[in-house]
């Protein structure tokens, strides 16, 4: 057998602080030869990265400390060399010749203040002999490789100027650019749509055959893992819990952690009404160690098959209208109400489950609560001083309704349209013409001021919760704050209530209110985002790509959390999403957006099985294959 280019043994790294020390890296152990790819997969702080980082002594000691092992590698340059044990100096000529790495987020390692074509040229500048024209050339020839338009033109463009995915292609012809033997990919394709990740997952692949290079593959999506992969190592909490072949893993997966996340993930062959989460395969004893639970069953009842008809579809959004619950408040009441007797308390019911009651004649009728007609959102832009304005058209007559409990999905690539239109609903993006009719009210033409008293009724949940949540307000002041402007809620004591009732609601407990952003894991970022959108009581709210980058255990739990508020609160859905299992998923009407326009809609069922438009069948397409038959082809092609 040939010598692995890559031996790792018992890594066991510490992170310090003034609490103590956390073992992020417990004797971890495997192997990697040429041309093979090891995906290792697991929620956020399982310790994937820091593995990764590690190998690269790109962890500054303190405060991580490495209490044992060592990570033996064929250096081209250096021969068999120890990793963990090499001195930065060595270990630079190692980094960007010998191993390349492609970072999870391209924006934040890319330097803004360098073109696109120079930081990759740095590499070949820095470890080869080229000079600075052969290195330009080169560049352009990897930016070829890696499939990125116009390659000459992004050599000379900033990172800021180009698309995510294009971004991700730059990283990754900066990783390739001295052709090394290993390649880490962390996240590669996070957030990407499923066409640029199909297309990355392919380069990828392209790569290791033509160079022989090895690779190890980190990611939190199993579904990624089948098309790429020849090995998994399964890591949670540090430890690896299960790792061998990708067919075996998926087939006969031993560990119940493993179980857990191959059901999180939504699949487009089965419909469910609720996803499994990890915890419904594994819990902790009192002692902190793992014992399998029974895995959950799924009824007959729940599955729906993806070739049901419309009318199937129709019929269940009308069962679903007659038992969904409302928020028991006043802008939610009928518009004919009685005069309240004599003595009786005024202000705003409170917002517990229990009292929420039945839904009200009226809130579910047949007319629409949203209608779009015609809308249309244009950029101007200017190509040079002295020449005419060209006019990008984001948004490019749009017409569509929503209805009152109803969940509306609207996917798409990146550029397509989507997160522009629904901040255009909500007037965030002032819209160039049409009409956005809430309630018969046309958002479009109301006023600052009383557009900002509807903002109550309308809310949005953002990509990224960190980003929208001011990191010097505690959360419980950050779902406060919006009850503060628009004096809901009655007085203090109620709306702290309210504030505290709303934490329970989303799985938080009351001791959180006095906690910061920083303190909370990516998924209870979302949660407490999902609250903050509640507080005002709203009877719309927009999720914008609002899953996009969460591990697939914790994005199961807030798809779970948005249908059970859905069902008991009356809550009406846009559900913006580039990833379509989740919108078949969630949706019970799916939109196809396609460079400004809606190129096709209907059922979301009826459109998974018998997409009528081209790019719907092409995004279709593209999703990673779920059942194990295509896993086994998937395998069989790369043995192949």
């Not at 280019?5 to 066991?12: A, E, F, H, I, Q």
């Not at 050339?137 to 990125?148: G, N, P, S, V």
Request: charged share 20%.
């Amino acid at each position: 057998m040939p010598q692995p280019l890559l031996t790792v043994s018992n890594l066991t790294l510490d992170f310090l602080s003034h609490r103590g020390h956390t073992r992020a890296v417990d004797g971890v152990s495997f192997e990697l030869s040429r041309g093979e790819t090891v995906a290792i997969v697991g929620e956020s702080g399982s310790g994937k990265s820091v593995t990764s980082l590690a190998l690269l002594g790109l962890i500054p000691m303190p405060p991580g400390r490495l209490v044992a092992g060592s990570a033996v590698f064929q250096s081209g340059a250096l021969g068999e060399v120890d990793l963990l044990a090499l001195p930065e100096k060595q270990l630079q000529k190692v980094r960007g010749n010998d191993i390349g790495m492609i970072f999870q987020e391209p924006m934040t390692s890319l330097n803004p203040v360098l073109t696109c074509g120079a930081q990759v040229a740095e590499a070949l500048l820095l470890h080869t002999a080229l000079n600075k024209a052969e290195a330009k050339a080169r560049t352009i020839e990897l930016f070829t490789e890696a499939q990125l338009p116009r390659p000459a033109g992004i050599f000379a463009s900033y990172p800021h100027e180009v698309s995510g995915g294009q971004k991700q292609r730059v990283m990754i012809a900066m990783a390739m650019a001295c052709r090394p033997a290993l390649l880490i990919a962390d996240e590669p394709t996070t957030a990407l749509d499923v066409t640029v990740q199909a297309q990355m997952l392919r380069l990828i692949d392209d790569l290791r055959r033509q160079h022989d290079t090895a690779v190890l593959f980190i990611t939190h999506d199993l579904g990624v893992v089948a098309e790429i992969a020849d090995r998994i190592l399964v890591m949670y909490r540090g430890k690896v819990v299960e790792q061998g072949p990708v067919l075996e893993i998926f087939e006969n997966p031993q560990h119940p952690y493993t179980k857990g996340l191959l059901a999180c993930r939504p699949r487009l062959s089965v419909g469910l009404k609720r996803l499994p989460v990890v915890a419904d395969f594994m819990a902790e004893d009192a002692s902190g160690l793992l014992t399998a639970q029974p895995a959950p069953v799924v009824s007959l009842e729940d599955e729906v098959l993806t070739d049901s008809s419309p009318e199937i579809e129709a019929q269940q959004l009308r069962d679903n209208s007659g038992t969904t619950k409302t928020f028991p408040v006043e802008h939610l009441r009928t518009t004919v109400e009685q005069p309240a007797p004599a003595g009786a308390p005024t202000g705003p019911a409170p917002l517990s489950r229990a009292s929420a009651g039945a839904a009200q004649p009226g809130i579910l009728g047949p007319q629409p609560l949203l209608q779009v007609e015609n809308l249309q959102v244009h950029f101007p832009v200017r190509s040079g001083w002295f020449q005419p304005k060209a006019v990008v058209r984001a948004v490019d007559d749009v017409s569509f309704t929503l209805h009152p409990g109803e969940t509306v999905g609207l996917v798409g690539e990146s550029g397509c349209g989507k997160t522009t239109l629904g901040r255009a609903l909500l007037r965030l993006t002032e819209p160039t013409a049409g009409r956005i009719l809430f309630e018969g009210t046309d958002l479009a033409r109301l006023p600052a001021e009383e557009l900002r008293r509807r903002r109550r009724e309308f809310q949005l949940v953002f990509q990224d919760p960190y980003a929208a949540l001011n990191p010097m307000l505690t959360v419980g002041e950050a779902i406060w704050e919006p009850m503060r402007v628009h004096d809901v809620g009655g007085t203090r004591a109620a709306q702290k209530a309210r504030v505290l009732e709303l934490l329970q609601i989303v799985g938080l407990r009351e001791e959180h209110f006095q906690r910061y952003p920083h303190e909370f894991s990516g998924g209870q970022r979302q949660r407490i985002c999902i609250a903050r959108a509640l507080a005002l009581q709203p009877k719309l709210i927009v999720c914008d790509e609002s899953v996009s980058a969460l591990d697939v255990s914790v994005q199961a739990q807030v798809l779970n959390l948005l249908n059970d508020l859905k069902r008991e609160f009356g809550i009406t859905y846009l559900f913006i999403t580039h990833d379509l299992s989740v919108a078949r998923f969630m949706s019970d009407r799916l939109l196809v957006m396609h460079q400004g326009r809606i190129v096709e809609s209907g059922p979301a069922a009826a459109i998974y099985a018998h997409p009528q438009h081209a790019y719907t069948q092409g995004l279709l397409a593209a999703i990673p294959k779920d059942s194990l038959a295509d896993i086994r082809a998937a395998v069989a092609g790369r043995a192949a």
